[in-house]
Each structure stands twice: as structure tokens, then as C-alpha cells.
């Protein structure tokens, strides 16, 4: 037991270098302030935990309980996640379970499977779902098949005018952005920023359209506004967007 207490200088001798390494590249890869970097490296132990409890912890949202070593092998090896959900498909083959699955296709990029899915939930009392015909059309945009989204995206807009205006009319001014319609894709991004919340993505894309045609005051504060939001945007929502996030800033940078 004495030996084992004698022990512990050392692991933190070698331990918190690690620590202090890991801290900093969770910083970079997160898209977090770069000032963090300088804290969590002058200050060893110490600015790694002001890091996790200013920075890290207060954006976790809900915390949910992982078992780590199955979360691990999760990661090892995804398809473990494909069978559990496949075998609560089997046991029930509900709309709630097809789109587990159908989103996990998806996250793998195996968009055909997530398509058969998808489509397979539009019957019955959920025919003419615009929750689901609007998951359905992000997943074909993701797919790259705009001709089969624009469809589902007019018929929200018609018979369920009302319901995610913002993501509808953010899913057709991508559609009309890649048909090479910019002051149409512009109209829609606006009128999708009137509507309610849109994402980063969103916003990042239309900076780059104001910027294509000249504005770039308004493209700039676009491109600003991304990156303040993201400072206290939730970690969640940070890693599905830390790609604009990167590309905001790389387009402010350019311009200074």
C-alpha cells in the first residue's frame, strides 16, 4: 500500500503532460478559442480543469449514463450498433425504429439502405408525415440526389406550410444553390432566417453566396455571427457544425 502512495508523483510526473497534450488537441478539434491552448499548456492540471468546467462541461446538455468500455466498443466497431438496432426493428417494426436505423445508415453513409427506410415509413396514418417527408429530403440532399428532394420539399410547402419553415426553405435554397440559382437561393436563406433558427451551415452558405455577388459587409457579419454563436453553442451542436464553424473563420481570415 506504501509502495503504491509512493508511486503517485511519478504518474503525475508523466501523467499530466498527456493530460495537458489531450486537453489542447480537444481544443483544436473542437473549434474551441485558441486562447484555451495557452491555459491548459502554462498552467498544468490547473487549466486543464478550468478548461473542463468554464469551457467543456457547462455545454454537455442532457448527460447521459455510457458504459464506457461499450461505448469503446462501439466505436471499435460499429456495427454492434447496426445489430441492436436491426433487432429492435425485427422485434418491432415501428416509424421510431425504422428512423433509428435509417439515421444510423446514414451516419455511414449508406444512404440507399436509409432511402428503403425512409420511404417505407410514408404509409398509413404517417402517408403524409411532413416531419418525415422533410427527414427524407435532407437524406436525399445528403445523397446528392437534389431532383428527388425538391418534390418533397414543395409538397411540405403546400400542404404543411407551417411546420420547420426554416429547414424547408434551407433544404430548397441548397437545391437551388446547386442548380446554379443564386438570388433564388439567397431569397430562400433569408426567408428561412425570418422563419426561425437555421444552422451554421445555413448561414455559412449564405455568406458565400452575398460574397459571390459582392456584398461581402454582409458576408462578413454572417461569417462573424457563426463564430460568436459558436462560442456557447452545446457540444453537441458544435461537432455537427464544427465544419462551418472552421470555414467561417478561415473566410474571416482571408478577408482581414
Not at 35 to 51: K, S, T
Not at 100 to 109: F, G, H, V
Request: hydrophobic share 45%; aromatic share 8%.
Amino acid at each position: 500500500m506504501i509502495d503504491w502512495l509512493m508511486d503517485i508523483p511519478q504518474w503525475v510526473e508523466f501523467g499530466l503532460p498527456l493530460i495537458q497534450i489531450l486537453a489542447a488537441v480537444h481544443v483544436y478539434r473542437t473549434g474551441r478559442n485558441w486562447f484555451w491552448i495557452w491555459i491548459v499548456l502554462l498552467f498544468p492540471g490547473l487549466g486543464v480543469l478550468i478548461y473542463l468546467l468554464v469551457e467543456v462541461v457547462p455545454r454537455m446538455g442532457p448527460i447521459e449514463i455510457v458504459n464506457p468500455i461499450l461505448a469503446l466498443l462501439d466505436w471499435l466497431n460499429p456495427r454492434r450498433v447496426h445489430a441492436r438496432l436491426q433487432d429492435a426493428l425485427d422485434r418491432s417494426p415501428s416509424v421510431a425504429n425504422k428512423q433509428a436505423l435509417a439515421r444510423w445508415y446514414a451516419s455511414q453513409k449508406e444512404f440507399a439502405e436509409a432511402r428503403k427506410l425512409l420511404e417505407s415509413c410514408l404509409t398509413g396514418v404517417y402517408k403524409d408525415d411532413p416531419e418525415l417527408r422533410l427527414e427524407l429530403a435532407g437524406l436525399l440532399l445528403k445523397a446528392g440526389e437534389f431532383k428527388a428532394a425538391k418534390p418533397l420539399l414543395e409538397l411540405n410547402l403546400a400542404e404543411a406550410p407551417a411546420h420547420e419553415p426554416q429547414k424547408r426553405d434551407s433544404l430548397l435554397a441548397r437545391i437551388a444553390e446547386e442548380q446554379g440559382d443564386r438570388k433564388r437561393a439567397i431569397e430562400l436563406y433569408e426567408r428561412a432566417r425570418q422563419s426561425g433558427p437555421i444552422t451554421e451551415e445555413a448561414r455559412v452558405r449564405l455568406a458565400m453566396l452575398l460574397e459571390a455577388q459582392g456584398d461581402r459587409p454582409r458576408a462578413r457579419e454572417l461569417y462573424t455571427d457563426v463564430v460568436r454563436r459558436m462560442r456557447t453553442a452545446n457540444n453537441k451542436y458544435r461537432r455537427e457544425q464544427l465544419e462551418w464553424l472552421m470555414m467561417a473563420r478561415k473566410r474571416l481570415k482571408e478577408a482581414s
